[in-house]
T-cell receptor
Framework: NAGVTQTPKFRVLKTGQSMTLLCAQDMNHEYMYWYRQDPGMGLRLIHYSVGEGTTAKGEVPDGYNVSRLKKQNFLLGLESAAPSQTSVYFC??????????????????FGAGTRLSVL | KNQVEQSPQSLIILEGKNCTLQCNYTVSPFSNLRWYKQDTGRGPVSLTIMTFSENTKSNGRYTATLDADTKQSSLHITASQLSDSASYICVVTSNSNSGYALNFGKGTSLLVTP
């Protein structure tokens, strides 16, 4: 049981290049999320998915696209990278978000992060 | 606007001492409140989750409290250890007609020194 795995761990892009970040979870979670974390800003939700084939915008979706073709994978794409997208990206997954108290189904599990630099 | 404010921004304590981190929120409607620990270079790890009816929740040396009336939460760390050095993030989940939303605080950076 690997949990949430993100690839790659590091990447350097030139402005205008495209790339895809892969998130994979082996916990059969329904919900998956992509966040970015910047100094002094905390975690901000980019896009999320409540199930296979569904995606929704989060707080900062511009410049990113996502796809959830398989339940276990959540892809984050940058079509034309900009220096403002230099950040650490975290993927997370959970069964639910609902207030059912503390149980394993309500916890978000995070990946180790992808550090992206756009020059 | 839903907001989650954490204080202090950073904190340095001696190993073995206790400390308390604060989280004030204006999120509505409230669903639950979570505390995460994030080690440097790692993803956040869940410490506690509390719903509206829960006043306190413990996880080892970590004890979280929630006052839903004043919209305040605290995370108390007892007998701190060097491994407690991390960023602690408060997250408040809201539940509205448009769905669930996670509202993140910016975190408190804790350094435990020998």
């Amino acid at each position: 049981n690997a949990g949430v795995t993100q690839t790659p761990k590091f990447r350097v892009l030139k402005t205008g290049q495209s790339m895809t970040l892969l998130c994979a979870q082996d916990m059969n979670h329904e919900y998956m999320y992509w966040y970015r974390q910047d100094p002094g800003m905390g975690l901000r939700l980019i896009h999320y998915s409540v199930g296979e084939g569904t995606t929704a915008k989060g707080e900062v979706p511009d410049g990113y696209n996502v796809s959830r073709l398989k339940k276990q994978n959540f892809l984050l794409g940058l079509e034309s990278a900009a220096p403002s997208q230099t950040s650490v990206y975290f993927c997370a997954s959970s069964y639910y978000l609902r207030d059912r108290g503390y149980n394993s189904k309500n916890i978000q599990y995070f990946g180790a992060g992808t550090r992206l630099s756009v020059l | 606007k839903n907001q989650v404010e954490q204080s202090p921004q950073s904190l340095i304590i001696l190993e073995g001492k206790n400390c308390t981190l604060q989280c004030n929120y204006t999120v509505s409607p409230f669903s639950n409140l979570r505390w995460y620990k994030q080690d440097t270079g790692r993803g956040p790890v869940s410490l506690t989750i509390m719903t509206f009816s829960e006043n306190t929740k413990s996880n080892g040396r970590y004890t979280a409290t929630l006052d839903a009336d004043t919209k305040q939460s605290s995370l108390h760390i007892t007998a701190s250890q060097l491994s407690d050095s991390a960023s602690y993030i408060c997250v408040v989940t809201s539940n509205s007609n448009s769905g669930y939303a996670l509202n993140f605080g910016k975190g408190t950076s804790l350094l435990v020194t020998p």
